[in-house]
Every structure is written in structure tokens, then in C-alpha cells.
């Protein structure tokens, strides 16, 4: 090590081998390319001390990006879990905002969105947590949430941009309907075409403008539509019919619902249900009975 180094290199050499995190470690490295000796004898010095700090760098930058994504990972599902998916600017921001109760950052430069914003939207009494993501094509796009959500909405404003979307989308298990935004910019003639392009591909699709606030209230009740899962109310015997309704996945049983109110050890007496699923009122059912959207159910317990 060449000895004629300055006051300044040398106490940041000591402050590097003092450091005790790698973050110390970086601004120290830092500070030593800054005071470099700069004579011929020190090349090889120079190229090691560049060397080290780029590779920490780099180990810092995975490091951060892995904490990033199990945090992102963190995100709690709660309700029907609905994420945004689209290319930038086609109002994915636009829509969560008009939906729920969040406030994301919206702009007409692209990539606005950098990490996934949650809202909550409710509707007829199901809870939907719908999450903003940075567009398809993204560093940051979250390829796991889009695959695991219930229900992804499918932004576009061009019908192009439906096949540009999908690819990124071929591992999802979630329903898709697609959201045409932006109708304030279309004629009748070009909503008209562009509606039935998408519905020749056989997917839930709804016209859309965030700006004039149209068919938001039928892109709630084609969520709601595709959500998958049944309300239904309860009512003790002799007393109204509860208000706020269970939340059960479709086609769920009268046992199931039974398994989610009671406690374990509960003997049902007998079953009484009027609604969709029913033939008559108060028909009486067994647990196997195969419950309908805004089914009352009446169970006599001991
Ligand atoms: N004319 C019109 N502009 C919209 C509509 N929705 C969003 N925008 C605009 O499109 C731009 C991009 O919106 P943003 O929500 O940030 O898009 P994101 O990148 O998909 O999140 C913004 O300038 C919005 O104001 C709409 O329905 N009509
Ligand atoms: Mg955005």
C-alpha cells in the first residue's frame, strides 16, 4: 500500500475499517474515491478500492430490492382482492382513486405509479381491496400479486393494448374483465367497435371514463357479478332477518354457512330457508343444501 496517500484518504480508510454495516462501509469507500492518490503508483490501488465499492453497491441495491418485495409481499388480503393491471397512462391510477378512498399519484407522464396502493371499495355489501399496480411492463410490477389476485381489471384505452397486457398475465388465476377507459374520447361508432372486438374474446368487459365518472356504477355491479361468492342473511327464529349479510364463496352449503356462525359442538335442529335456493318459503333443508345469493336462512339450535 503506497504510503504517500493524504490526511483525508487515510481517515477514510479507518472510517472504512471501523464501519460496522455495509452502509457505513459504502460512504466510507465513497469518501476514499473521492481523496484518491492519484499518482501512476496508486492504479492498482484506485482500480480496487472503484471495484469494491461498485460490488457493495450492488450487493446493497439486491439487498433493498429484496426488502422491497417481501414487504410488497406483505400486503394482507382482505376481502375480494382486486388488482389493476395495464400499460402506462391507460388510467389504472385514475380508476383506484374514483373507486375507493385512496389517493394515488396521477399524471400524464408515464410509469406515475411505483409500488402497488391499496383502497377498499364497497359495494352491496362485499368488501373489495383493490390495489393500484405500476404498469404491466414495469420493473415493479408485482407479477405475484397479479397471479394470486381473485380478480385482475384489465385497463385499456386502444384494443391493441389487450394483446400487449395479457402475456404478462398468463399465470393468473384470477378472473379478468376488461375495463375500456377513457369512452369521453370515443364516438358512439368507436365504443361500439371497440366492445364488440373485446367481447369476440369472450371476457366481462365495461366502458369506462374517469374523467365523466360513466359506467364506474356497472363496472361495480360486473365486480360484484364476478366476485364469486353469495350473501347471505340469517335471522333467529321469531326475529327480523339480520341486516349485514355473510359472505360465503359460491355455491357454498348450508353446513358451511353453520361451520362459519356456530361454535363447534352447536346442535342444529332444523333448517328453514326462503329466497332463490328455496322452492317455497321456509322450506326446510338439510345441511347439504346447496345455498343462492340472498338466501334468509333460519336455523332452530338447541
Ligand atoms: N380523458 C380522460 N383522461 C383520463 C381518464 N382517465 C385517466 N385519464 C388521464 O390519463 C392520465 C394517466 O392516468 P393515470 O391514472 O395516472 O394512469 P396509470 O398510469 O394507468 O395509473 C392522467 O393524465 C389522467 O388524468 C379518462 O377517463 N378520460
Ligand atoms: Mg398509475
Keep these: 500500500m503506497p504510503t504517500n496517500v493524504s490526511p483525508e484518504f487515510s481517515k477514510a480508510q479507518s472510517k472504512y475499517l471501523e464501519a460496522k454495516t455495509d452502509e457505513e462501509r459504502l460512504g466510507a469507500l465513497k469518501e476514499m474515491i473521492k481523496f484518491m492518490p492519484q499518482h501512476k503508483g496508486a492504479e492498482a490501488l484506485r482500480a480496487n478500492i472503484r471495484q469494491r465499492f461498485k460490488k457493495l453497491r ?72 383493490i390495489i393500484d399496480m405500476p404498469a404491466i411492463n414495469h420493473e415493479n410490477f408485482e407479477q405475484g400479486l397479479a397471479n394470486t389476485a381473485d380478480i385482475l381489471l384489465v385497463v385499456i384505452t386502444k384494443p391493441e393494448e389487450l394483446e400487449e397486457t395479457l402475456p404478462f398475465l398468463e399465470k393468473s388465476i384470477g378472473k379478468k374483465i376488461v375495463v375500456i377507459n377513457k369512452i369521453d374520447l370515443l364516438s358512439q361508432e368507436e365504443k361500439r367497435k371497440f366492445e364488440a372486438r373485446i367481447k369476440t374474446k369472450r371476457f366481462p368487459c365495461c366502458l369506462v371514463s ?47 354457512l353453520a361451520e362459519k356462525i356456530f361454535k363447534k359442538g352447536i346442535k342444529i335442529k332444523e333448517v328453514r330457508i326462503t329466497g332463490p335456493s328455496s322452492k317455497f318459503p321456509n322450506q326446510k333443508v338439510g345441511l347439504k343444501h346447496q345455498l343462492k345469493d340472498k338466501d334468509v336462512v333460519e336455523f332452530y339450535t338447541n
Design 58 to 129: 450492488q450487493y446493497l441495491e439486491k439487498k433493498e430490492r429484496q426488502k422491497k418485495i417481501r414487504k410488497k409481499e406483505g400486503i394482507k388480503k382482505q376481502g375480494i382482492q382486486v388488482v389493476l393491471c395495464g400499460l402506462t397512462n391507460s388510467g389504472k391510477s385514475s380508476l383506484l382513486s374514483i373507486l375507493t378512498n385512496a389517493k394515488p399519484l396521477i399524471a400524464e407522464y408515464e410509469f406515475t405509479t411505483k409500488k402497488p396502493i391499496l383502497g377498499a371499495l364497497n359495494y352491496q355489501g362485499l368488501l373489495f381491496q
Design 210 to 256: 374517469c374523467k365523466t365518472s360513466e359506467g364506474l356504477e356497472n363496472l361495480k355491479s360486473i365486480l360484484f357479478e364476478n366476485s364469486e361468492v353469495i350473501r347471505v342473511y340469517t335471522k333467529e327464529p321469531g326475529k327480523a332477518v339480520d341486516k349485514t349479510p355473510i359472505i360465503m364463496p359460491a355455491n357454498s352449503t348450508i353446513g358451511q
